[in-house]
């Protein structure tokens, strides 16, 4: 299956699901309709405050210093995984959603990757 190009598809915190097995295989619930994801603390932050992802975020123009985004879990899944939501967030700020989706899809990432 291909990796598919829709804005839709990207999450709150900035990863791809448009590249994601189950995604691809329509299995994915996607962000609000994962349960999974409840203890994650970025979903109070959107439920409170409306946002489509981290980068409507005024309170954190680096999306590096959100505590919520940055949380312990957050940041040992990206240290095994080598994924930069803040780089993504800053991705989605520079391209637009549309963009950003595009960028992704053609590229087959789900996740800026964090450098060395």
Not at 36 to 63: H, I, M, Q
Not at 64 to 84: E, H
Request: proline letters at 4%.
């Amino acid at each position: 299956m291909q990796p598919e190009n829709s804005a839709s598809l990207i999450a709150r915190c900035g990863l791809y699901g448009g590249v994601f097995g189950a995604n691809l295989n329509e299995k994915c619930q996607g962000c609000s309709g994962n349960n999974k994801t409840a203890w994650y603390k970025v979903r109070e932050c959107f439920d409170e405050n409306l946002y489509r992802s981290c980068a409507d975020c005024k309170g954190f123009p680096d999306p590096s210093g959100c505590p919520k985004l940055n949380n312990p879990v957050s940041r040992l899944i990206s240290f095994f995984t080598r994924s930069d939501r803040a780089g993504c967030i800053r991705k989605i700020a520079e391209l637009g959603y549309e963009h950003y989706a595009e960028f992704m899809s053609s590229n087959g990432l789900h996740s800026i990757k964090k450098r060395s």
